[in-house]
């Protein structure tokens, strides 16, 4: 039977009669709040489909949701956007914790940008429970809020030692979570991490999976991950609980992007074989291969010791590191043993070695390997050094190619600049000309404004990107005032870009902590991008805590970046980024960068961010300072800068002069703040830079 | 002519074209995002009109707001609701700074609930300038975010000396904004404080405005308030800046509701005469009569001698204080000079003095006073003492009827519970069956639970007040566990009762930071009512900082009951109410009363409250804590208890046994914790409560 259905309680009544060979077809249209449930007992000669009418034709949005129950079921070709799931997930493969699904089957199946608009609340979008089911030729893209994008679980009996089978994925971007929570794929749990759940993981194409430090958290034993690939992918497939996993023929190709890494090892019996791993510029934790130290007579949610790795025939080009005996410390000292790494290859085209021991390695027997660079001599005996080495990862044999995953109905994102493919638009000054020209604006286009003055009595709220610039012969002549508390409003898909303005404070109300720019948590907000140039920020006084760029809790900024650009008279900070105050390891901006731009009279910290909690799930903060001026900046309370948990930092070539010195408080992680070229006038022969170090 | 217009192109081509004695007439409906602007030349023998079709029938939505611009404009008629300002006002009398409106009238005008749902957004609802405006017989309620409902400006020399009158107006509920900025009327600010407005306010009915320490703050010279009544509205008429205004023929009636207030005198040239005051139960900034102190040779920002008032003729019944000198401090110590207390009679059933002298007050000349019980000795000589008196307020010879202001096809605010008046609500235990009783109740529903197990995989947003309770012979046996970060979210005008429950949290997600009960800053959160009773808690430690009750930033509840309940194993708090960490003068609770109820542990603080800052505008929070007992609550870290900045704090009765002591951090005001019959297991002797005084 084929039974097309076009309203909800049609869909219910239609599963309450469904038998072995039926056909569900949703009729093509939205279906808003849809909490449906597919129920039925299907056979594997004679499943129970469930299907959309035409190939996208139908979307589930709104608060909609799926869950399986039974056996032998199959769904294919639905839509999830425009909304975010009210449970715990979107796709499950149970009804509830008694009712599981067996020998069922989702594929062609999207959910895109499917994000519950509050980032702290934790969902995952598909979650497999019970035994043999297959998940393929999906398409699972855009994720923004806490939670893995996929789990596999295993906390009962009848959903462990269950083989499923996943497979032909699109896996598209997720951005930067900005803590933990942001892993791609996961099977298990550290509770349930001694037991094998023997997934089959193959042919999926990871594109751009950075949402923190675990591409994929593998917590259970005896799964295969083979011929996927991981494409700019920040951190790593992480072995982190279970023995007995294999991983091989996968492509690990980071293509040169920030922070990307391969395998992460820890735990017993794990093989890492004939995988290639290219250019990769991740270290320490998201290095290409890093071997971590276990905690001896480890407790289950913590490292267990590395014993009986087999590491063999993988080929490394140009990847910044590989660490063995990662994370040794006074409770990590159980370093790897009954290892061996074999028969590799390792070309640096830089000639640097990649190779960094942060322990004893004699467990590891190193044997057959070739290198274009000098390891390290404790382990030197197991390479062939060739400077003329020229094997290189031959990508047609690693991994997937991105056209043979996903779904051929729906498009696979792409990499523009969100700033470009808009219009150009000219603005005239006036009262509210840019709340006028913004409120018809569209993504990417670009405003120029002409000479004159605009003063806002109403808060802009941008939920595209757009970029604001003075008009060529404009440059300095463009000034801004602004009468309410902010000026501009980041939230949805918002990003700004301020070019060659001059702004004002001054018209603001006499309000405690005003901010000209900052972000909503209301509404959904993605990782914005926020860039400043050329453009001068005085009189912003007008009571205390007045700062040019801040966010809301639960936000976070993807980069800042200001240039060329001035901030005088400033009763708060210019850049106040520290309103994740519990202490979850969440913060508010990944990279921010400012060049070459001077801060005068600000009560300050000129640049204040804060990272707190302890764990090891981000890369970020990251800060780079270079050729500012801080003049008068901070007072007997305040820094100059503030950065507490930040990651990375670099200050170059930067001048302080009156107010205070810089602060650096480091909580966690091991930051290597680079300081070079810095001034503190009056001071001569002190570093700019105070650090505090509250790790134990 | 009268001009019919249907849109707002309609509109805008009409005010093109107006000239005196023409009449625009809104047709009926809902105008939604109508940014309008009256513009015109009225006389005063042909004012230009804008008016609604019918009386209610027009009703201006979502982000609205009227702008006048001109003379002789008249506007009468329209109600905003539904929404709120994209400006900083409402409604203006000015178009922008350069183009006033003039001998204008706003009159039978509503504005209800329009509040940003921000709460930390500033606006005001109304704003006059320009000079002879007049503003009466309107309906301004339910104001729940920041900033004064209604303003009087004087920042340019055309809005000063402005004759402004503003009469027979409905101030309606205007709840707690818990920090400042909640005043319902304010007349000038500090920078044109010595500027004279000569503003008369008559005849206005303020129906429990009690946003702030300020019902109304007087910044300027000149104004007179008359015969206007306060009703059940916490704070005070302030006098705070500028000199010679007087205050007559008022009517304070506190009706007994706590932090009711009266007059509070800074300032040259004060005068306040034949004025009412009864039932009023504030003291200190809040009392019935308040002098204060002032700085010497004051910035135009803080506090001016006292000098030449004349406080005479007024009645007090029953009033909790008269506070003279009050704020004497090291900066505060120039006494009150040059002026007169003269023929009042205080009243007091008690039979106590409510003078409190808290400086020299030989500034102040006391004669013809009459009093039913004995003054301070330094002043007694002004007073004649008779234990008979029976002189009570006389109601009808201060202030105005309720029923003769406002708009009289509005109604005005009534004052039942919101948890009375709805539908009792039968509800089985089963899946989600919270989830689905509560989709479907309205305001003030009795939810009757089944004894049985409930088990919600979706977060409940609560967007009405409900009460959700054990139904008779099931007390004790129905039991709830939930699988999300949340079960509920507290959000618009949402409120919660929950009695006779059994709860777990032991299905939560294993995720930082779960709580049972939040609150949303989404969707405009009003003051929030909570009551727990007769109910446990138990098994919240999935992980790290569970709690049982939190807030997001930005929200308040007004009150928070618990009593009769137990609460064990938590990981966190159970009481969390630390969102508003920006120093700010913001906090989360007004009231928080715990009685009879067990705590066991709980990592802790087990009550977490903070409210920074060191202004000094609101009241509470406020924290009563009875009866209950505390084993093994708090850590290495955590205090038992740890009240930051609470304002009102009553330990009464309390056992704490193994875990910390509680703590108490004053940062503001002149706390005076009440601590009576506590217990500390092992500490015999010892306070519970440590006290850490951060005042200078
Ligand atoms: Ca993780
Ligand atoms: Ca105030």
Redesign the interface.
Known sequence: RRIVVHTQDEFEQAVKTVTAGDMIVLADGVWRDFDAVLEGEGSAEQPIWLTGETPGGVILSGQSSLRLSGKHLIVSGLVFRDGYT???EVISFRR?SKSLANSSRVTNTVIENYSN??R???DSWVVMYGKNNEFDHNHLSGKLN?GPTMVVRLNSEESQDNNHHVHHNYFGPRPVLGSN?GETFRIG?SHYSLTNSNTLVEYNYFDRCSGEVEIISNKSGGNTYRNNTFFESRGTLTLRHGNGTSVEKNLFDGNGAPYTGGVRVINGDQTIRNNGFKDLTGERFSGALVVMNGVPNSPINRYHQVDNALIEGNVFENIAAIELGEGSDAERSAVPINSAFKNNVIMNADGQTPFTLHDDMSGIEFSGNKVNSEPPKAISSGFEVLTDLAQKVAVDNYGVAREETGVDWYPKATAKSPFEGGSDINVNAG?NALFDAIAKAKAGDHLWLDAGDY?E???IELRVPVTIGAKPGAEGKVNVSF???NLFVLSGQGGLKLDGLNVVGSKA?????NSLITT???GGGSNHLLQISNSTFTDFVVNR?FSIVSAA?GTLYHQIKIFNSSFSDVSGSVVKLDAE??D?GMYNVEFLEIENSEFKNVKGPAVDVYRGGRDESTFGPAIVIKSSGFDGVGDEKEPAINLHGVQVLKLEDNTIAGGKQALFTITTGKPQPHLSGNAWIGHEGDTILKIEDLRK
Chains 1, 2 share one sequence.
Request: hydrophobic share 15%; proline share 9%.
């Open positions: 009210p449970r715990n509830d608009p509050d702290t609340q934790r806490s929570g749990t009262e003063n009595a109403k808060i009468e309410r508390r109300p006499d309000n405690v902590g909503s948590a209301i805590s809790k105050t519990d979850y």
